[in-house]
């Protein structure tokens, strides 16, 4: 079925859903519309139930290993007592092929059904059926979560930052795991534990930080908040994505990263904070890359986000080697780490990162961009396959419900190797995407496109769009 004749049909049902709501809302002017999340604010344990149903159309790569457009039904039932939530993501994928009149059912196989798969990718499979098991939100004293992990750091992000198991979504999905425990919990705010893991099916990207808070017992907004971490990750199988390209697995080592991290506040006003950061890092055990970061970061009227400073880098060291990109890039990024010994694919040097961000209308609109690189010039000359040696960005634009009557969207840019103006506008090294949501009552219209470089696929880069209707109570 063509995209085009699908939109017809998800427009054709946004209609119908809007005519129906239309004709309930007549004679309900006494009606008044309540909030789930003001029940909770109001009685933490009344139980909140909130159900979507989306239909629509999604392009996926076939058992054949061609794009093709499946129709989708969506379910999304969510639940929340309180600090717990539990959420499932259950989509039947579809075509309605057939010739010379007959219609054919199909549903698409990997969704239910892997030929040949072990007990582990069976566990993943039907695990990633729940969105999100959860108990409280990270920032908390005590916060567990399986399911997908939007975006993960532990520390100061210079090991693990803005990590997110969802780079091969709606293809694949991973249920990976969070927990954070400060002892804060327990009237004594001397220390904590972080703990992470990409895929519980799987459990090859895994990591921890212990730290303790020396002067948590001081009554001071600033001194009190300093802490000092032990921080470690090891990535097991740093060939997960790519086994498929390889007739028989090369040899390779578990990827291990491990540190120590300091963040102190400087200033904690009503309108400026300021603390001081720093990681000293290894990567490898026989003989460690080294690396380390300090800067300053804060915030300014509690509207502007900042962070600026320096990173420096021993021979192939990589800076937050387990980021946003980390599934897209494991090749790429294992070239440095097993290159210890040999001639230095990057020579040591000192590079420059800074970030700025904008909060308004409490979070209604919110901009926020990163960007990093080397002072020095580059050796290898090669954005695609040595991005490392080139600026990198990345930036997220978000605009909430409610700011723009019946829309709300969210654009996303994450881009490697930009050796050129132009080069911001390619798809290599890149993730770029954007989701528009159109809303009236509880109907909804959702459009998300994603461009993917994927060194993976024969044409490295992949266009992933997904239109669907629904309904959300």
């Known amino acids: 079925m063509s995209l085009s004749r699908q939109m017809l049909i998800t427009s054709a049902l946004l209609f119908t859903l809007q005519f129906s709501l239309f004709s309930q809302e007549i004679g309900t002017d006494s009606e008044q519309t309540i909030d789930p999340a003001s029940i909770q604010s109001e009685n933490p344990t009344t139980p909140v139930f909130r159900f979507g149903l989306g239909?629509?159309?999604?392009?996926?790569?076939?058992?054949?290993?061609?794009?093709?457009?499946?129709?989708?039904?969506?379910?999304?039932?969510?639940?929340?007592?309180?600090?717990?939530?539990?959420?499932?993501?259950?989509?039947?994928?579809?075509?309605?092929?057939?010739?010379?009149?007959?219609?054919?059912?199909?549903?698409?196989?990997?969704?239910?059904?892997l030929p040949g798969a072990s007990f582990k990718e069976y566990f993943n499979l039907y695990l990633s059926k729940f969105d999100y098991i959860r108990w409280g939100q990270s920032g908390d004293d005590l916060f567990a979560k399986i399911g997908s992990i939007e975006s993960a750091t532990i520390g100061n992000g210079f090991i693990l930052g803005g990590y997110t198991n969802e780079n091969f979504k709606?293809?694949?999905?991973?249920?990976?795991?969070?927990?954070?425990?400060?002892?804060?919990?327990?009237?004594?705010?001397?220390?904590?534990?972080?703990?992470?893991?990409?895929?519980?099916?799987?459990?090859?990207?895994m990591a921890a930080r212990y730290y303790v808070k020396p002067l948590g017992g001081i009554q001071s907004p600033v001194f009190s908040g300093l802490e000092i971490g032990i921080n470690f990750a090891v990535d097991r199988n740093p060939f997960f994505f790519v086994e498929d390209l390889y007739s028989t697995l090369p040899e390779f080592d578990p990827v291990i990263v491990y540190g120590v991290d300091i963040m102190q506040?400087?200033?904690?006003?009503?309108?400026?904070?300021?603390a001081l950061y720093g990681d000293y890092v290894l990567q490898g055990t026989s003989s460690p890359t080294m690396g380390g970061s300090t800067g300053l970061g804060g915030s300014l009227i509690k509207i502007i986000s900042w962070n600026m400073g320096i990173i420096i880098r021993g021979n192939d060291f990589v800076p937050t080697y387990f980021n946003r990109t980390y599934d897209l890039d494991r090749l790429t990024k294992y070239r440095l780490y097993d290159n210890n010994h040999r001639v230095p694919l990057q020579e040591k040097g000192i590079d420059y990162k800074a970030s700025l961000g904008f909060n308004f209308l409490d979070g209604g609109i919110s901009f926020v961009a990163q960007v990093n690189g080397p002072f020095a010039s580059p050796v290898l000359k090669d954005p695609v396959f040595a991005p490392w040696e080139y600026p990198h960005i990345m930036a997220l634009f978000t605009i909430g419900e409610g700011i723009i009557p019946y829309f709300d969207m969210s654009f996303w840019y994450d881009k490697q190797g930009i050796d050129s103006a132009s080069a911001l506008i390619s798809a290599d090294n890149a993730l770029i995407g954007g989701r528009l949501n159109y809303r009236i009552q509880s109907a909804v219209v959702s459009?998300?496109?994603?461009?993917?470089?994927?060194?993976?696929?024969?044409?490295?880069?992949?266009?992933?769009?997904?239109?669907?209707?629904?309904?959300?109570f």
């Not at 990976?176 to 904590?192: S, V």
């Open 55 to 113: 239909i629509g159309a999604v392009n996926l790569i076939d058992e054949e290993g061609n794009n093709k457009i499946y129709n989708s039904i969506r379910l999304n039932p969510d639940l929340a007592i309180g600090k717990f939530g539990i959420g499932l993501d259950i989509d039947f994928r579809f075509t309605l092929d057939g010739d010379s009149g007959t219609t054919e059912f199909k549903v698409y196989e990997p969704d239910w059904y």
């Open 170 to 205: 709606p293809q694949r999905k991973y249920t990976g795991f969070r927990f954070e425990l400060d002892t804060a919990l327990f009237n004594w705010p001397y220390m904590g534990i972080e703990l992470f893991a990409s895929n519980i099916s799987e459990l090859d990207l």
């Open 265 to 274: 506040p400087l200033l904690d006003i009503k309108i400026f904070t300021m």
């Open 447 to 472: 459009l998300q496109v994603d461009v993917k470089y994927d060194p993976g696929l024969p044409d490295d880069w992949q266009v992933t769009t997904k239109l669907e209707t629904g309904i959300q």
